[in-house]
């Protein structure tokens, strides 16, 4: 069979099957449009919660670290599964370097601690 034929034949097919399914597919759409839009109830008015001021012990808290006022320390006791002392060590030295870097300087001139 030819190329340009068996395009031709598929591009038919598909056009026929698309003028078949849209309006089915159409009609459901709406239908769920506008069972969404009757079941929507205004929402009840509350007062807005107070906005609160995130200092650095709640920072910290929230990205699971404590702070001590001048430290900040990682909370790793709730990690799945720490690693191992005795674990390979096949990562990239570079990786491993920036990793264990002490970035305690850099956290003061950024002001963060």
Not at 2 to 30: C, G
Not at 55 to 68: I, N, V
């Amino acid at each position: 069979m030819d190329k340009q034929l068996l395009k031709a034949y598929i591009k038919t097919i598909v056009e026929d099957e698309v003028k078949r399914i849209l309006p089915e597919v159409l009609a459901e759409a709406v239908s769920e449009i506008k069972q969404l839009s009757e079941n929507k109830r205004p929402a009840t008015q509350t007062q807005p919660p107070k906005k609160s001021t995130l200092d650095r012990g709640r920072l910290a808290e929230l990205m699971g670290m404590t702070y001590d006022g001048e430290t900040i320390r990682a909370n790793t006791g709730g990690m799945a599964v720490p690693l191992p002392e005795n674990a390979p060590r096949d990562a990239d030295p570079e990786v491993v370097k920036a990793i264990t870097k002490d970035y305690s300087q850099l956290m003061k001139a950024m002001k963060i601690v």
